[in-house]
């Protein structure tokens, strides 16, 4: 891929917005990131001392990487959207974690934190993605769904697959600092896409503001509606703003693949199916997203991406790829196999409840995802899934015939350069 | 004082006005009901000298769009400087909740308790407890929805410097939420003095829940009839309280600690936002004027259902909450009776009409008892 910076200039644009606002966002992409011109200095009343928060109690990403010194480094910095520290760390000051859930306590609230913010982001960055360092790595994009092999899982074990990512408009801000006129635009330009997708894809938009009632009960029914977010984790961070103006939700006619718009992310983009047939549901997740990437560049759009961190997304855990591929699987004798959280770790997976994150397996069916994000390309990860989930069905099979298993070795997490 | 650069209100300049204006066909609150579009776009460049803007304003009311019966306000200032800045928002809804207040009326502050008549003999068989709260913010510092942890830490310092130089039936002590012990909190608990992180979307959405708990804390006097908040949804609120019906007292309480705390933040010069026209400066315009509530916990089963209830309430200038507050309902029969006037009288005028209503109640309440009927005692409008 051409330089991120390179291809802001080089694209055709919708003028209407980015016309006026191009030439300070542009003129800051140019420059190395030491010289980043982060905009003029907030106005700030008191000392980096009596500002800095009180992080005693606390345990996410944030509170572990923000030192006295880096504050005061960057409190008086803002982007150019006007995007400061103290709002990025909101989210992690108001939410001092668990001790043994560790969040992350920070986002971005446009493509241009993670550079203006890099001192902060970076140490986050490395310790949430297992030491990968952006200062000095690369991140690997592959959606090349025919390299996949054996991703067909055995039906009586796996009883749905599905594969999600994010999707980042470049040249608007995230969701925790767009205003009402940066989402709606999202809103525009991504339904504009997707009205041009055909055949399997062909679908339909369902505005949270406008859906009917029967809409809404046939979205709730096939588990689509997404609801205003709840979790403090989320409302701190200023994402449920103006709820519900400029939200809605796109599906193909065939209910397999699945838009999100302006929740946590400007998109999240999901595909899935019943049943084992992975390669089929990641084959469907890379041909949406080349195809919507190809309608918005047809507009003079592009998601935000670049070498160092991959897709850009609101939340650092979701750089990288943002992909977690996934299956419900039912591993009733596994699961209560004592080895099974180091097999689990091993194979560089982890497991959820079936109601998602924060919830608990039902029944001995688990969900079963990758665990890493950035340093290894979406083929790779779905593959670790795929290599992954059939080691456990093996595993499963075994202790059904009274067989013992083997713990494996551990997988290698990414190549270092 | 120069203007703050506010970038991120810079930014959104560049996108037009109908691109920005909120949604607000679902709405019911005041900011809904005033806001058009030629306000706003009159409005959406300025910002104050802290740099508060009108969006900062509304977020709360756009994010809580309100209930068929409630009528909330839907908007909060920032500084005092909002209330000059963003006028031709704030005074039309400043006029719609407090009774046709107009921009060139004076308001009245009237802090002298010997003022007030009467108020020592409510009956102590119908009046369960008395109290009245206000808020104060302190000149200098922005509001809570905008403060950062170094002023809303600045102003729990000079307030637990100025209570501790209180004395005699005014003597006490501050807790700092994130300091107390676990026998300290079990006690305020138990008191019921202890405040909560703000749960209420109508708060956490004006962003007063920030920074949780940092520089919140609670002080109290030794004999737990005088109480201030500090840092909660005001700089300062301050509540004196006793059981029985005595409001005579408490309001004496109320006035006396409340200008010995004033005389201490004047000499630090910080002293209260104040100005003739909306009285004292609070972060909610429903609190402008003399932020007073002055109520009682009150048993009125037999008033309370009958026909002209609403009415005689109304009639009186009073209103009633349940016993747990705004928004709760009544338990066996006992109301919170308060003054439902901010703006445009004085405090003693709005603790009068509360120990006259409620007397005049009571009175109503014993002749139900009897079986007599209380048509000759409906108030006149007051």
Not at chain 1, 204 to 214: A, P, R
Not at chain 1, 290 to 317: A, D
Not at chain 1, 380 to 401: P, S
Not at chain 2, 120 to 142: A, M, Q
Request: aromatic share 8%; proline share 5%; hydrophobic share 35%.
């Amino acid at each position: 891929m051409a330089s991120s910076f390179s291809r802001v200039l080089s694209s055709k644009r919708n003028l209407g917005i980015l016309s006026v606002v191009g030439g300070s966002v542009t003129a800051g992409f140019l420059l190395h990131r030491e010289h980043l011109s982060a905009g003029p200095s907030v106005r700030r009343l008191y000392p980096a001392s009596a500002e800095y928060p009180d992080l005693r109690k606390h345990n996410n990403c944030m509170a572990s990487n923000l030192t006295p010194t880096i504050y005061s480094k960057l409190c008086a910095k803002v982007t150019p959207n006007g995007y400061t520290l103290d709002m990025a760390i909101q989210t992690g000051v108001d939410n001092p974690g668990h001790p043994f859930i560790k969040t992350v306590g920070m986002v971005a609230g446009d493509e241009e934190s993670y550079e203006v913010f890099a001192d902060l982001l970076d140490p986050i960055i490395k310790e949430r993605h297992n030491g990968y360092d952006p200062t000095t790595m690369k991140h690997p994009t592959d959606l090349d769904a025919s390299k996949i092999h054996s991703g067909q899982f055995d039906a009586k074990y796996v009883l749905s697959s599905r594969v999600r990512t994010g999707r980042s408009i470049r040249g608007l801000s995230l969701p925790p600092a767009c205003t009402r006129a940066e989402r709606r635009e999202v809103e525009r330009v991504v339904v504009d896409a997707l009205a041009g997708l055909k055949d399997d894809l062909n679908g339909k938009y369902y505005s949270l503001t406008q859906m009917t009632d029967e809409e809404q009960q046939q979205l709730i029914d096939d588990h689509f509606l997404f609801d205003k977010p709840v979790s403090p984790l989320l409302t701190c961070a200023g994402m449920a703003r103006d709820w519900p103006d400029a939200r809605g939700i796109w599906h193909n006619n065939e209910k397999t693949f699945l838009i999100w718009i302006n929740e946590e992310d400007h998109t999240r983009v999901i595909s899935m199916e019943k049943g084992g047939n992975m390669k089929r549901v990641f084959e469907r997740f890379c041909k949406g997203l080349k195809e919507v990437e190809r309608l918005i560049q047809e507009k003079g759009w592009e998601f935000m991406w670049n070498e160092r961190l991959g897709y850009i997304l609101t939340c650092p855990s979701n750089l990288g790829t943002g992909l977690r591929a996934g299956v419900h699987v039912k591993l009733p004798r596994l699961s209560k196999d004592p080895r099974f959280n180091k097999i689990l770790d091993n194979l560089r997976l982890q497991k959820r409840g079936t109601g998602g994150v924060d919830t608990a397996a039902v029944g001995g069916t688990f969900d079963i995802s990758n665990l890493d994000r950035l340093g290894q390309s979406e083929v790779q990860l779905v593959q670790t899934v795929v290599d992954g989930v059939n080691y456990l069905i093996e595993c499963e099979k075994k202790l059904e015939k009274g067989q013992d298993i083997k713990v494996p070795p551990p997988l290698k997490q990414f190549n270092k350069q | 004082i120069p203007m703050a650069k506010n970038c991120h209100n810079d930014y959104k300049m560049k996108f037009s006005l109908d691109e920005e204006f909120p949604d607000l066909s679902l709405h019911n609150n005041h900011m809904a009901k005033v806001l058009t579009k030629e306000i706003y776009g009159k409005l959406r460049a300025k910002s104050t000298p802290s740099g508060f803007t009108v969006d900062d304003v509304i977020q709360t009311g756009v994010d809580n769009p309100g209930h068929p019966f409630i009528m909330t306000v839907g908007c909060v200032a920032g500084d005092e400087e909002s209330y000059e800045a963003f006028k031709d928002l704030l005074d039309p809804i400043i006029s719609d909740r407090h009774g046709g207040y107009k921009p060139t009326d004076k308001h009245k502050t009237d802090l002298n308790f010997e003022n007030l008549k009467g108020g020592d003999d409510l009956d102590p068989n119908y009046v369960l407890s008395s109290r009245v709260r206000t808020g104060r913010s302190i000149k200098g510092f922005t509001l809570p929805p905008h403060n950062s942890r170094g002023e809303r830490r600045a102003i729990q310092d000079l307030s637990i410097e100025a209570l501790a130089s209180l004395d005699g039936e005014f003597k006490g002590k501050y807790y700092p939420l994130d300091g107390m012990t676990d026998a300290e909190q079990e006690q305020l608990i138990a008191d019921h003095f202890l405040f909560d992180k703000p749960v209420s979307p109508l708060l956490t959405c004006a962003g007063m829940a920030r920074d949780w708990p940092d520089a919140r804390g609670i002080w109290h006097n030794e004999n737990k009839t005088f109480l201030v908040w500090v840092n909660e949804e005001d700089h300062l609120r301050v509540i004196s309280m006793q059981k029985g019906g005595n409001m005579k007292e408490v309001f004496r309480r109320f006035c006396v600690g409340l200008q010995k705390i004033e005389e201490i933040f004047k000499k630090h010069n910080h002293g209260f936002m104040w100005n003739e026209h909306l009285g004292y400066i609070l972060t909610c315009p429903s609190n402008l004027g003399t932020g007073l509530r002055g109520g009682v916990h009150v048993k009125l089963p037999k008033l309370s259902t009958h026909a002209k209830f609403e009415e005689i309430l109304t009639r009186l200038r009073l209103q009633k909450r349940g016993t747990g507050g705004v928004d709760t309902a009544s338990v066996g029969g006992v109301f919170d009776i308060s003054n439902a006037d901010r703006l445009g009288s004085s405090e003693v005028d709005q603790v009068q009409l509360v120990v006259d209503g409620v007397k005049l109640m009571v009175e109503m309440e014993k002749k139900l008892e009897k079986g007599e009927s209380i048509d000759g005692m409906i108030p006149a409008q007051k």
